[in-house]
């Protein structure tokens, strides 16, 4: 029957078309397909009415095995090659030419006589809601989107994809004219041929377009670009493969083409050919990034309606369009960050992230950054909002960040601290550990409460840890607080910064080394080793006291922190419970006598 099948869809499809047409459609001569007509006729699935084919009921009988079921949306990911937009919005919901990408596809599909469509959501995951009510689709969230890779997106669809006929779609790839079918012969996977060097997964076929081979990378090829569609046999068994890789360690970072891939290099006989489906150029649209959105659609250009790049524009006095080579930075705890650049010289813009308006005050922040600028160990801020917390700062090129492991360079680091407290710096505001817990334990109550179960218990260690600090008292003076080896950088010419003064305030200095050390994972020798780099001395008794104390506290308190932020919708892994292990027991090494 699958030697008929693409004959009787195109009669299905239109029964006006002509020989020379579907000669062209099928990619066969003339007289094959005056072959495979006589052939369909003969066997009752075809017929003649008017100068024009018809489909028979045995026609349709033989094309029902091959009717597409559903199709699976994958729409989980962040998207980083589209920031800054992608901070706002997910990237299956960008608009081109006024039409969201996702939303095109829908209404393809459903042209196609698909309605049954399921969309895998996980960045951003309550934008996508509203096309419930829009179009009847339905909902499957992806926990894994930000730690694992597309293969996770198929593995929370699978009883939506194994034993099904079946559409896997991106929802930012944008076709130009409808490429789905009600009924599909053959597994496929879009393809477009590209000249010269390529750093896409390139296909090998036989005759019958089937492919052989799969590799990263090439010249001259054609390669993996678009939609994909899953037969019945091929997904049933391609999906327990896929299911028993997912589970396999090591997988977090492959996509689910790692998993063909694999198979068609070991000539798995068990499934089924996924065949190339070529396209011609112009049809189909995989976005690498901003800079390509920008060259095909115009408005992309001036008026992206992107808040980050409004600004920037307004800040640099440029047109949108100048602003260049954007692209993301490893995503911070608190707020999110993308490079880009201006005149050939590049930048950091950074913007608030949620709830941080509850977490920090912007002005005390924009103090601590004056009351520094003079001693140049900070990065160089070209604009900074105190009202927004939106920050644009000189990006070092060839700068990188400090390695909590390399005792020499954290060495240098602490030099650095004790160079800062040691000038006594003085700022309106401070950093209060019993009051900063105090009010997170209260955004944790009221956004969901605290899930820990001995919280009451650890909670009565806190205070009892800040009383005997109250014993201990020393002077105060400005701390970074945020003082993780991430930001330390160390630049191209070998200086030490410290950036992002966020939680900056007055403090015991000690804190700013017990903060280092949890933010390291250190483990007490480390901590210990590390108070000593900074004193450049041994450390008194009640020195190591300090500082375990303040581990413990810290701990606790961005124990806290991550809670709230996991009540409001940012999950953040094993962190929180880390920080609450150095609460429990850095508690324990505080008390020690």
């Known amino acids: 029957m699958e030697k008929y099948a693409y004959l009787l869809r195109e009669i299905f499809e239109c029964s006006a078309v002509t020989q020379r047409e579907l000669a062209k459609k099928l990619s066969l001569s003339l007289g094959s397909v005056n072959t495979l007509i006589k052939e369909a006729l003969s066997l009752d699935y075809i017929a003649r009415s008017e100068n024009k084919l018809i489909l028979t009921a045995s026609g349709l009988d033989c094309l029902s095995a091959f009717k597409v079921d559903r199709a699976v949306i994958m729409a989980a990911g962040f998207g980083s090659r589209f920031v800054p937009l992608t901070f706002e919005t997910p990237k299956g919901l960008l608009e081109v030419f006024g039409e969201r990408m996702i939303e095109r596809q829908i209404k393809q599909l459903h042209e196609a006589g698909i309605y049954d469509i399921v969309i895998v959501v996980g960045y951003l995951k309550e934008h996508f809601d509203y096309l419930i009510d829009k179009y009847n689709v339905k909902l499957v969230y992806n926990p894994d989107y930000s730690a694992k890779n597309n293969i996770s997106t198929l593995h929370y669809a699978a ?150 790049l409004e600004l920037i524009a307004k800040v640099f006095d440029i047109p949108q369009s100048h602003i260049r080579g954007l692209r993301t930075l490893k995503a911070g705890m608190t707020n999110k960050s993308f490079l880009f650049e201006v005149n050939d010289q590049s930048y950091i813009c950074r913007i608030p992230g949620k709830g941080t308006d509850l977490l920090i005050d912007r002005k005390h922040e924009y103090d601590s950054y004056m009351a520094v600028k003079e001693l140049h160990i900070t990065e160089k801020i070209i604009y900074f909002d105190k009202e927004s917390g939106y920050k644009i700062s000189k990006f070092y090129e060839g700068s990188r960040n400090a390695d909590p492991k390399d005792t020499k360079e954290m060495s240098r680091c602490m030099e650095l601290l004790k160079s800062l407290h040691d000038k006594h710096i003085q700022v309106g505001h401070s950093f209060d550990i019993a009051e900063r817990i105090k009010y997170y334990t209260e955004l944790c109550k009221e956004s969901g409460g605290i899930s820990f179960e001995d919280v009451s218990f650890v909670q009565k260690n806190m205070k009892i840890l800040l009383d005997v600090l109250d014993n201990m008292k020393s002077q105060t003076c400005l701390c970074h607080i945020d003082s993780v080896a991430d930001n330390f950088i160390i630049t191209s010419d070998n200086r030490v910064k410290l950036i992002d003064w966020e939680y900056a305030g007055m403090a015991e200095p000690i804190i700013d ?81």
Not at 210 to 217: P, Q, R, S
Not at 246 to 260: C, I, K, M, Q, R
Not at 574 to 590: G, N
């Open 513 to 593: 080394i017990a903060m280092c050390a949890i933010y390291s994972y250190y483990t007490k020798e480390e901590a210990d080793a590390l108070l000593e780099s900074y004193l450049k001395r041994q450390p008194a008794a009640c020195e190591y006291k300090k500082l375990y104390a303040y581990m413990a506290l810290s701990g606790y308190l961005w124990a806290l922190w991550t809670v709230y932020k996991s009540n409001i919708g940012e999950e953040f892994g094993e962190y929180s419970l880390k920080m609450y292990r150095y609460a429990k027991d850095f508690f324990v090494e505080a008390m020690r006598d």
């Open 159 to 308: 009883e939506y994809i194994t034993g099904s006929n079946v559409y896997i779609l991106s929802s930012d790839n944008w076709m130009r004219t409808n490429m789905y079918h009600r009924y599909e012969p053959y597994s496929w996977y879009s393809s477009v041929y590209m000249e010269g060097d390529t750093n896409e997964w390139v296909l090998k076929f036989n005759k019958r377009h089937e492919i052989t081979d799969i590799t990263v990378g090439g010249r001259d090829a054609y390669v993996m670009y678009g939609p994909v569609y899953f037969s019945k046999d091929f997904s049933h068994v391609f999906m327990p493969i896929l299911e028993k890789a997912f589970a396999a360690p090591g997988s977090d970072d492959w996509y689910w083409e790692n998993v063909l891939m694999n198979e068609i290099k070991n000539k798995n006989m068990a499934l089924p050919a996924m065949h190339i489906n070529p396209q011609p150029p112009g049809q189909v649209y995989e976005f690498e990034n901003l800079e390509e959105l920008r060259s095909f659609d115009d408005k992309y250009k001036e008026n992206s309606g992107n808040v980050a």
